[in-house]
Structure formats: structure tokens, C-alpha cells
């Protein structure tokens, strides 16, 4: 139980990290390569205050990492958090997929089976 | 740019609708198949109406959608929305691991072309 709570705990972060466009932005960036505060707060129109705060919910929320590089602290990407965010969210995305092709499939061969017996009939008189 | 913002206000709306435990379970028990409102907030130890909100989110978000089926609304799960959330992931996941792939690739080569040339000196003599 505790357990999902921290798994359940991590995902609200990282989901709730996400759910903003300038965090999406930064994740964008980043995708591309590492990059410094400075270097990300650039495009913005806003404080470096302001993005840095973005910056430390999308890093309390596991997306991004930071390395030491002399006075540098240049931020990461985590992918393998991404890909857990995709993981959950697919496995219940091909779940329901899978559902409804079963229930196409059941509903064709409803379709089918009617006509077709008249059909049958047809043919075999 | 209308276009962006509208993309964007989907994405936060739906990032968001996920940053719940209790909208995680109710998309899990829909990607099983459809469930009225009294279904879905059975398992859960609080009023119809509260799940009824987290429904409206979910809805609200585009995740889920509610057909009629005479007295019966029930909810269905959105598989193509949900799509659209990996899909914007995994465009920025897949492009960094490849940064890091092309990095790592650089690495080895530089680790590798180092010493070989020392190595090649020896051979030569």
C-alpha cells in the first residue's frame, strides 16, 4: 500500500508538472540537450525567478536532473521518468484499444452472420 | 498561435486531469470498458458526488466521453486522447535518448581513438 502511494504520489507530480506550458517548453528544450538556468530562461519573457521556479517543479518531479560542471549546474532530461509517465498511460490506452477491437470484431461477425445466413439460404435453393 | 494555445490549454487540461490517484483509477476501470457514474464510484469510499466531479474532469479533459443509452449515460474511455499524450512525450523522451545515444556514441569513439593511436605507435615500431 505504501508503495502505490509513493508510486501514486510521483505520478501527481510528474503529471502535474507537465500540465503547464512553459514547464512543457523547458522539457522541449531540454530533449535537445542539456542547458544552464540563464540558458533557459532566455526565451522567456519572465524572470529567471520565475522560470527557475518552473525548473524546480519539473525537478522535484523526477523529469529533470542537475549536474555539477565547475560553477555550472546544467539541467538534464530524465527519460526514463518520461517513459514511465508513457508506460502508465499506454497500458491502459492498449487495454482499452484492445477492447474495442474485440467488440468491432464481435459486432462484424453479428453483421455478417445475419445477411449471410439469408444469403445461404439464397444460394442454397 | 490561436492554434498553439488551444493545443496548449488541452494539454494542460488533460496533464492535470491525470495528476489524481482517484482519476487514475477511474480511467484504469474504463479501459476495461464502459460504467455509469454508480459503477464507477462504487469501489471508492466517498459520495457519488465527489466521483461525479473527478468525472466531469476527466470529461472536461477530453479523456473520457458519455453516451445515452436510454435512462443509462455511460462513460467511455478516450483512447486517441490519450495517444495524443504519449505521442507529445515521446516526441521529446525519443529525441533526447537519441541525443544521448549520439553522445555516448562520441564517447566511446573518442575513448577508443585515444589510446588506439598509442596503441598504433607501438604496433609501428
Redesign the interface.
Known sequence: MEETDSR?AA??????A????VR?RL??R????PATVNELAEPFEMTKQAVSKHIQVLEHAGLITRSRDGQRRPCH?A?AA??E??A??????L???A??RRLEALLGSAETAGPSRENRKEEEQ
Chains 1, 2 share one sequence.
Open positions: 501514486d505520478l501527481d507530480r510528474a503529471f502535474l507537465l500540465a503547464d506550458p512543457r522539457i522541449a531540454l530533449s535537445r540537450g532530461l527519460p518520461l517513459e509517465l508513457t502508465w498511460i499506454d497500458s491502459y490506452r487495454v482499452a484499444e477492447q474495442f
